[in-house]
């Protein structure tokens, strides 16, 4: 008999999903992916200064601190035809890179690793059971069966005191949880170390723009003076600490997140063949060797994979990018069934739903905020996925090695790529290769400096009197989780249009005029179990491996200065 379930809200995100599911005998036979909160941010843009966008659109997301304004400018540098410093590349890379080496391990273990881990179950560990457990996997410094007892005892006081505090509210005690008590144990105690090595990491951002979140950056370079001798600028001693922040990431990444990778999904092979969801994967391609019109030569190589055909990548153009809203709470001009690229795309809400509360949403013909992308007509998949499988498959040497070796660990062909599992092990692939390669950007902007070049700025023109009457760009980047474009019009010196197409919106988009459901939706019904509906962990693991970032789908920002909601503290 079929069943409806709802998960409102999906928890560990940024921003608010809702899930609706149908079921059938424990397996989901029908998926809703709900954005129930309105993103305006796009409209507030017009008017603007377009050397100010970045720091507007910047705001869409707290999480994703780094990825619009780099999006954002590129694509003014687009339209203007500004071509950055050397300098001013490599230092965005380092910059982005870092936020994507953060963002994964953050993901790994404060956002996704609860759905695998039973944090409980860690109270019955033997702890020099985890200690062999944790030396047979690194040399990480705390592999003492005296640390884990230490973290143990800190967890049986949370325990004790009926408030679990960051661990509130799990599904301890599930069915669908393998893990013996003593890795649950070294879980729990890498998911606490993590929360201190991501805040020491992150300082590179303050380092380069000033602050984080939010650091700061500027269309035709970086805001980042370098001179060796002055302590008010990027001298010896800040790329010293540099250098060391990045040695820091590198071994937390190689000694506790990746051996940890391995060692959980190794117990959980069987979603080697769950949630896999959209064949179609797009990467937009990320980290210039020198020129972002450079796309050939791309740390991560862009293009299309198409029906999980790993022999071809197509190219990928944007140009072919569509937005439509044949289930979503918004109105196109021509008829709410056409697509249109976002250089002619409109924002125009137009809510049909039931008044909140609602008991369900699916049913209904439109039912949520968030827009459908779609490539040539295809619903596409994007993020480490993505990325991974593009460059493996157009021959990146880095990429096919440690895909390779995590295939063998885990005993698994590549069909294993295409799921839950694969999904959460091209996250972490993805952040070993970008730890590595943030040390040859950090050597090579060393080098520059040292021959000379402190250029990181390129302001020939940065005045509007020097730009075209119109013009149009677009930004693209290869966010933590996915593609995303950023395409602006400006005119007179204003931002005429602005729209955004970010990886949420991609994974998360719901029915087209076509009926194809979005990669959220086709996951859920891709051999999808239910091992306990009243407490839907598996619904929580596929989600999760996607990584949602809502805000930036459906920012909640009310361009006319109305209160969106108050919260009142008592």
């Known amino acids: 008999m079929a069943t409806?379930?709802?998960?409102?809200?999906?928890?560990?995100?940024?921003?608010?999903?809702?899930?609706?599911?149908?079921?059938?005998?424990?397996?989901?036979?029908?998926?809703?992916?709900?954005?129930?909160?309105?993103?305006?941010?796009?409209?507030?843009?017009?008017?603007?200064?377009?050397?100010?966008?970045?720091?507007?659109?910047q705001r869409i997301c707290g999480v994703c601190t780094v990825v619009h304004a780099v999006a954002s400018c590129r694509a003014v540098e687009d339209a203007l035809g500004i071509t950055i410093p050397a300098n001013a590349n490599l230092i965005r890379n380092l910059v982005h890179g870092m936020q994507f080496v953060q963002d994964h391990v953050i993901h790994f273990y404060h956002l996704h690793a609860l759905d695998w881990v039973d944090v409980v179950s860690a109270l019955k560990a033997d702890p020099a059971g985890t200690a062999r457990i944790a030396a047979s996997l690194s040399p990480w410094p705390n592999n003492s069966p005296t640390y884990f007892k230490s973290v143990q005892d800190r967890l049986a006081k949370f325990v004790k005191s009926g408030q679990l505090g960051i661990f509130t509210n799990g599904y301890w005690g599930h069915p669908a949880y393998k893990l013996p008590p003593d890795v649950n144990l070294l879980a729990v105690a890498h998911y606490l170390e993590a929360l201190d090595w991501q805040r020491d990491v992150i300082r590179l951002h303050t380092i380069f723009g000033g602050k984080n979140p939010h650091p700061n950056f500027l269309v035709g370079g970086m805001a980042s003076a370098i001179n060796l001798d002055d302590t008010a600028t990027i001298n010896a001693e800040r790329l010293v600490d540099v250098q060391a922040m990045i040695k820091r990431a590198q071994a937390f990444?190689?000694?506790?997140?990746?051996?940890?990778?391995?060692?959980?999904?190794?117990?959980?092979?069987?979603?080697?063949?769950?949630?896999?969801?959209v064949p179609?994967?797009?990467?937009?391609?990320?980290?210039?060797?020198?020129?972002?019109?450079?796309?050939?030569?791309?740390?991560?190589?862009?293009?299309?994979?198409?029906?999980?055909?790993?022999s071809r990548v197509h190219p990928y153009d944007q140009k072919l990018v569509k937005e439509y809203i044949t289930s979503s709470w918004y109105e196109y001009p021509g008829g709410d069934d056409q697509g249109l690229h976002p250089f002619e795309g409109e924002t125009n809400p137009k809510y049909t739903g039931p008044k909140p509360p609602y008991d369900y949403l699916q049913g209904?013909?439109?039912?949520?905020?968030?827009?459908?992308?779609?490539?040539?007509?295809?619903?596409?998949?994007?993020?480490?996925?993505?990325?991974m499988l593009v460059a493996y498959a157009?021959?990146?040497?880095?990429?096919?090695?440690?895909?390779?070796?995590?295939?063998?660990?885990?005993?698994?062909?590549?069909?294993?790529?295409?799921?839950t599992l694969g999904r959460t092990a091209a996250r972490g692939i993805e952040t070993v290769m970008i730890a590595r390669a943030m040390n040859t950007w950090f050597g090579q902007l060393v080098d520059r400096i040292k021959s000379g070049d402190t250029r990181t700025f390129d302001d020939s023109k940065w005045e509007p009197a020097k730009w075209p009457a119109t013009s149009e760009g677009y930004g693209f980047l290869d966010a933590p989780r996915g593609a995303l474009?950023?395409?602006?019009?400006?005119?007179?010196?204003?931002?005429?249009?602005?729209?955004?197409?970010?990886?949420?919106?991609?994974?998360?988009?719901?029915?087209?005029?076509?009926?194809?459901?979005?990669?959220?939706?086709?996951?859920?019904?891709?051999?999808?179990?239910?091992?306990?509906?009243?407490?839907?962990?598996?619904?929580?693991?596929?989600?999760?491996?996607?990584?949602?970032?809502?805000?930036?789908?459906v920012h909640v920002l009310d361009g006319t200065g109305k209160t969106v909601a108050e919260v009142k503290v008592q």
């Open 364 to 387: 209904e013909k439109k039912y949520t905020w968030m827009k459908a992308p779609r490539y040539e007509g295809r619903a596409m998949q994007v993020g480490p996925l993505a990325r």
């Open 280 to 310: 179609n994967f797009l990467a937009c391609g990320e980290f210039p060797e020198r020129d972002i019109k450079d796309v050939d030569k791309l740390y991560f190589p862009r293009g299309i994979i198409l029906d999980r055909d790993l």
């Open 253 to 277: 990444v190689e000694q506790v997140y990746y051996p940890d990778l391995i060692a959980i999904a190794g117990f959980y092979k069987d979603w080697a063949s769950i949630g896999g969801g």
């Open 4 to 57: 409806k379930l709802v998960v409102d809200p999906i928890t560990r995100i940024e921003g608010h999903l809702r899930i609706e599911v149908q079921t059938d005998r424990g397996r989901i036979d029908g998926a809703w992916a709900s954005a129930t909160q309105f993103r305006g941010i796009e409209t507030i843009m017009k008017g603007r200064d377009p050397r100010d966008a970045w720091a507007f659109v």
């Open 394 to 419: 157009s021959g990146h040497k880095e990429a096919q090695s440690l895909v390779s070796e995590v295939l063998t660990k885990l005993d698994v062909g590549p069909a294993a790529l295409f799921s």
């Open 485 to 553: 474009g950023h395409w602006v019009q400006i005119a007179d010196g204003k931002v005429s249009r602005y729209q955004c197409v970010v990886p949420s919106t991609w994974n998360c988009s719901p029915r087209d005029a076509q009926g194809q459901m979005g990669p959220y939706e086709a996951s859920l019904v891709d051999n999808h179990p239910l091992a306990d509906p009243e407490r839907p962990l598996e619904i929580l693991r596929t989600i999760h491996s996607f990584d949602p970032c809502l805000a930036c789908g």
